[in-house]
């Protein structure tokens, strides 16, 4: 940066000449070559300032927009808690315990239900059985529609056997 | 002679005391026989016999028992009340009474078969009662009847005077399906009525009996000096037909007819006639009206029934 000129070149890039010292410096760099790099370096140099300046007051904008819309606090889902590490261990194992609880206790209850049906069907056929039992040494077997009798006999001697214990004759 | 006639006279009065004495001895020895029923259910076919269950019934002369059975649709109330009316003689009133169940009306009601029978058996001490609560099932194989057959045997206590008084019941052998029980208790059966005829408040007629239980007794109503119209014979007809265990007195159910007596023609009409529930030892009033006796006068009638004093030591 040998040229006097090159500090105007910047000035005249950025627009803060004069009319007249605009033209003489135009002239200038369009005889030096090193003034014609020198431009060329600035407006490349701004060209990136305003891109980057551009992007971040487009994302500004964004935000705002989107906080005008929703809200200003962000919702809970997008938040993020902090837990320590004992405490996220044992909330772990909270869960796992509560899963092979859950685990258990259904298959416990399936194998409940199982025993359940088969005792009932055990006790309904213990009634049928009882039942049948029942008809079979009940004294209505002997029901004809006969009308009851009394009358006095002589006593027969199977009385007498009979209070020794005897069954039959 | 005279003194003869003194001596003949002590005589005759030892041998009739003595002889009362030895009555009453032996009335209060037959007091305390005691009677065991053994009642076994049996069911029998032409060939086979097999008892089915045994229960023996013990308990003083004059213990009453019931027999009752009941199935599915069947039910037996066979009652039997018991009284030593000879040293070798049981008098067994019996009542049957059952209910069959025989099927149901259009309008879906259960309909009932019923029988009642009243039976008086004298019975010795070397028969049996048979009952059969089904009737008579003949002919056919497997047709078998079933029996209930009661055995009295009659017996002098010789344990001691405590427990000679003490029922007691033994199931020797109990029925499965437990379709028969067996009830055993001893109420008096001898009771001793009064019965007296008021005109205006006064007495007029009285007559004392003694009543049997469940079984109609004639009291006539002796006519004394007040009753100016001696042609107003009456006679009540009694009966006792229920007793029930109370405190302080026992109940009774009672029952009456009432019959006036005609001399003229010797025939007698029935006046009045009813039944109650009377408190043992306290009097039961009925009012006779005028139309019933053809008199101006209000006529009262009264009946006082007490437990016999033979049953008053029981």
Same mark, same amino acid.
């Given at each position: ?35 014609? %790099? ?5 407006? =490349?140099?701004? %060209? ?10 487009? /994302? ?12 200003? *606090?962000?919702?809970?889902? *997008? ?74 006999? &002589? ?15 | 002679? *005279? ?108 309909? =009932?078969? /019923? ?35 009661? #055995? ?37 059966? &001898? ?10 408040? &006064? ?31 009456? #006679? ?49 009033? =009925? ?28």
């Amino acid at each position: 940066m040998d040229c006097k000129f090159a500090e105007k070149t910047s000035l005249l890039i950025d627009g803060e000449l004069s009319l007249e010292e605009a033209e003489s410096i135009k002239a200038h760099i369009a005889e030096c070559s090193e003034c014609q %790099q020198m431009e060329k370096d600035f407006l =490349y140099f701004r %060209q990136q300032i305003q891109e980057s300046v551009s992007g971040a007051v487009w /994302e500004a904008r964004e935000k705002a927009q989107t906080a005008h819309f929703i809200g200003r *606090k962000s919702p809970l889902w *997008k938040k993020w808690i902090s837990l320590p590490a004992p405490v996220f261990t044992a909330l772990l194992f909270l869960l796992a315990g509560f899963g092979a609880w859950a685990i258990i206790s259904t298959i416990n209850r399936h194998k409940n239900l199982t025993v359940a049906e088969e005792l009932t069907e055990k006790s309904l056929l213990e009634k049928e059985n009882r039942q049948t039992i029942l008809n079979e040494i009940s004294l209505s077997r002997f029901d004809r529609g006969g009308r009851a009798e009394i009358y006095a006999t &002589r006593r027969q001697p199977s009385i007498e056997s009979d209070k020794h214990g005897s069954d039959t004759r | 002679m *005279k003194i003869k006639k003194v001596f003949l006279l002590i005589t005759i009065l030892f041998t009739v005391s003595l002889i009362g004495v030895n009555r009453s001895l032996s009335a209060k020895a037959d007091e305390q026989k005691r009677v065991r029923f053994q009642i076994v259910a049996a069911q029998e076919n032409s060939t086979e016999r097999k008892v089915l269950s045994q229960t023996t019934i013990e308990g003083l002369a004059g213990t009453d028992f019931n027999v009752n059975l009941q199935t599915a649709n069947f039910k037996l109330h066979a009652s039997f009340i018991c009284d030593l009316v000879a040293p070798d003689k049981l008098k067994i009133k019996s009542k049957l009474d059952t209910r069959r169940f025989y099927g149901y009306s259009p309008a879906n009601l259960p309909l =009932y078969e /019923e029988d009642a029978q009243n039976h008086t058996l004298i019975l010795g001490f070397d028969e049996n009662i048979v009952l059969l609560p089904f009737g008579r099932n003949s002919g056919g194989s497997g047709n078998e009847t079933l029996k209930i057959e009661i #055995t009295p045997t009659l017996f002098a206590d010789v344990s001691s005077a405590e427990s000679s008084d003490a029922l007691k019941i033994n199931i020797n052998k109990p029925l499965p399906s437990g379709e028969i029980t067996v009830e055993a208790f001893k109420n008096p059966h &001898r009771f001793q009525v009064e019965a007296i005829v008021l005109a205006d408040g &006064r007495e007029i007629a009285r007559g004392t009996s003694e009543v049997l239980f469940d079984e109609e007794q004639e009291i006539r109503l002796a006519p004394n000096t007040a009753a100016k119209n001696s042609a107003q014979l009456l #006679t009540a007809k009694f009966t006792v037909n229920k007793y029930t265990r109370n405190r302080p007195q026992d109940f009774v159910g009672i029952g009456y007819r009432i019959f006036q007596a005609h001399l003229e023609n010797q025939a007698q009409t029935e006046i009045l006639s009813g039944s109650g529930i009377a408190i043992l030892g306290n009097d039961l009033r =009925y009012q006779l009206n005028n139309n019933q006796l053809a008199d101006d006068k209000k006529y009262e009638l009264r009946f006082n029934v007490r437990a016999a004093l033979s049953e008053q030591n029981k």
